[in-house]
């Protein structure tokens, strides 16, 4: 079989459960792959596991990948000239090749139970031996096979792997990997149901997709000899391979849930950017030969090459993950900020952003943004610019508010700001420093009481700044409904 000069790259998820940071960056390094060859990205489904496979996964994972941004050329939902893209679809493809090998004599029906299969593996434990099937069904005459046969077994079936020699896996990351053939058995091919193993389905379509490039996670190198195997056996020609790192813990160990979160999804409702999580996800075993760290799509799409993937595993950081989402809600677009922020304004009950018009909301946005680490900081921290009815933070009504005059300090902010021409952020500073001064006070005595009743909380950006946008009327209002609040709460014992 001939393939075509052009760059084929494919990720081929398994939908038995959501998309974790693994799968994302290894759909994510065959993304760029294929961008930066002016190849083919093609998205197949390996859903032949009928007992494990779940729709909702199904949906997570093209989910997922659409909102990093990863958009394939071929795929289940879409089409392509190589289609079905998922493995359920494509059973009479396997059986019909699985055909082909057994008419050559390369592969050969077994019989064997599982039960029997099972002890026998036991035995071999029990003995210090690495279990392996014994080839018992390899020798059976054609008589012994109609004895089967008759007796209504279904057999699956098994590939003759060669007893002796080696097979040389040539990486493109991790260079030549030779298999030593006694390692290996004669695994099955089709299961006795008439459902294909991975190692053939994979091979049957990774050749039939015409897939140059086999880019998969480094758990997969094991099954790359017994792959060769099958692509020997039926004639195809082998594609590149290249099996990106693993990704570690902090500690070293297997990234697991007790790590926190490690799916996309649950990124996503976190409130992470997806152009942070694919500049991060980028960087988890890729390596740009520079100090640089920020890269955006098209950054990584130029720069992307294998021969920069380690061999060494790479250690997921999460506190790194988010110094990148917040650099990310920096660097975005204001546009963009505001697109990726409806959703959660949304959750927050702050359905009516929209109304307020883009100027005002961009404002906004571009004052808290430094200070966020998520999208949904970015609109805990924006939500008093779009309502009246927040709370005041308890500890800032204990340090700020129950004080003696703070009632009439803010009544006469009020004033002055109620005197001013226009209501600019100089214009508001200069009235409330000249304020201050008049009264004998320190700073914080007129600031920190004001900003507790502007916006509610202690902490923000710079009260001018914040008045300024608000408004003289809000402002106003603010202030008085502050003070009342205050003569209300001086007559409660404190
Ligand atoms: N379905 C396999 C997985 O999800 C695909 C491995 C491969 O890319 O060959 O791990």
């Known amino acids: 079989m001939q393939f075509s000069l052009s760059v084929r790259v494919r990720f081929a998820p398994s939908p038995t459960g959501s998309l974790h940071?693994?799968?994302?960056?290894?759909?994510?390094?065959?993304?760029?792959?294929?961008?930066?060859?002016?190849?083919?990205?093609?998205?197949?489904?390996?859903?032949?596991?009928?007992?494990?496979?779940?729709?909702?996964?199904?949906?997570?994972?093209?989910?997922?990948?659409?909102?990093?941004?990863?958009?394939?050329?071929?795929?289940?939902?879409?089409?392509?000239?190589?289609?079905?893209?998922?493995?359920?679809?494509?059973?009479?493809?396997?059986?019909?090749?699985?055909?082909?090998?057994?008419?050559?004599?390369?592969?050969?029906?077994?019989?064997?139970?599982?039960?029997?299969?099972?002890?026998?593996?036991?035995?071999?434990?029990?003995?210090?031996?690495?279990?392996?099937?014994t080839g018992r069904c390899r020798e059976l005459s054609p008589q012994e096979r109609a004895e089967w046969e008759s007796r209504g077994v279904k057999p699956a079936l098994r590939l003759k792997v060669p007893a002796e020699g080696s097979i040389v896996v040539r990486d493109l990351i991790r260079g030549e990997v030779v298999f030593d053939c006694a390692t290996l058995d004669d695994f099955v091919i089709m299961k006795s149901s008439g459902v294909p193993t991975y190692n053939f389905?994979?091979?049957?379509?990774?050749?039939?997709?015409?897939?140059?490039?086999?880019?998969?996670?480094?758990?997969?190198?094991?099954?790359?000899?017994?792959?060769?195997?099958?692509?020997?056996?039926?004639?195809?020609e082998l594609p590149a391979f290249a099996h990106v790192p693993m990704i570690l813990a902090p500690d070293r160990s297997k990234l697991s849930k007790r790590h926190g979160a490690t799916g996309v999804e649950e990124f996503r409702t976190q409130g992470l950017v997806p152009e942070a999580l694919l500049n991060y996800l980028a960087l988890l075993g890729w390596s740009p030969g520079s100090e640089q760290e920020i890269f955006s799509k098209e950054d990584l799409i130029a720069r992307f090459s294998l021969e920069a993937v380690s061999k060494h595993a790479a250690v997921y950081d999460v506190q790194k993950l988010f110094?990148?989402?917040?650099?990310?809600?920096?660097?975005?677009?204001?546009?963009?900020?505001?697109?990726?922020?409806?959703?959660?304004?949304?959750?927050?009950?702050?359905?009516?952003?929209?109304?307020?018009?883009?100027?005002?909301?961009?404002?906004?946005?571009?004052?808290?943004?430094?200070?966020?680490?998520?999208?949904?900081?970015?609109?805990?921290?924006?939500?008093?610019?779009?309502?009246?009815?927040f709370a005041y933070d308890p500890q800032g009504v204990a340090k700020f508010f129950l004080r003696p005059g703070v009632a009439e300090l803010l009544r006469e902010g009020k004033a002055v700001l109620a005197s001013l021409p226009s209501f600019g952020?100089?214009?508001?500073?200069?009235?409330?420093?000249?304020?201050?001064k008049r009264k004998g006070i320190k700073g914080g005595d007129l600031i920190h009481p004001t900003r507790l009743a502007l916006t509610g909380r202690t902490v923000g950006p710079g009260l001018f700044e914040i008045m300024a946008l608000l408004g003289r009327e809000r402002c106003l209002e603010r202030l008085e409904r502050a003070a009342a609040w205050i003569e209300r709460s001086g007559e409660l014992p404190v």
């Open 201 to 236: 389905a994979c091979v049957v379509d990774d050749a039939q997709m015409r897939i140059s490039h086999v880019i998969r996670a480094e758990e997969h190198l094991s099954n790359t000899p017994k792959q060769i195997l099958v692509y020997r056996a039926l004639g195809y």
């Open 21 to 133: 940071i693994g799968g994302a960056r290894t759909a994510l390094f065959n993304f760029l792959f294929a961008r930066s060859r002016g190849g083919q990205f093609v998205l197949r489904l390996e859903d032949t596991d009928f007992e494990r496979h779940q729709v909702e996964a199904e949906t997570n994972i093209l989910n997922s990948l659409r909102w990093l941004g990863l958009e394939w050329d071929e795929g289940p939902d879409c089409g392509g000239p190589y289609g079905p893209y998922r493995q359920s679809q494509r059973l009479e493809l396997y059986q019909r090749e699985a055909k082909r090998l057994l008419e050559a004599g390369l592969a050969y029906p077994c019989y064997c139970t599982p039960e029997v299969l099972a002890a026998e593996r036991e035995k071999m434990r029990r003995e210090g031996k690495v279990p392996r099937y």
């Open 425 to 436: 952020e100089a214009e508001v500073e200069a009235a409330y420093r000249e304020l201050i």
């Open 323 to 389: 110094w990148f989402n917040s650099q990310y809600l920096n660097l975005l677009p204001l546009e963009r900020l505001y697109e990726l922020a409806i959703p959660f304004f949304r959750q927050a009950g702050l359905d009516q952003v929209e109304k307020w018009g883009r100027d005002y909301v961009f404002q906004v946005l571009a004052t808290v943004r430094s200070r966020a680490r998520t999208l949904v900081e970015l609109v805990d921290m924006s939500s008093y610019f779009f309502r009246d009815d």
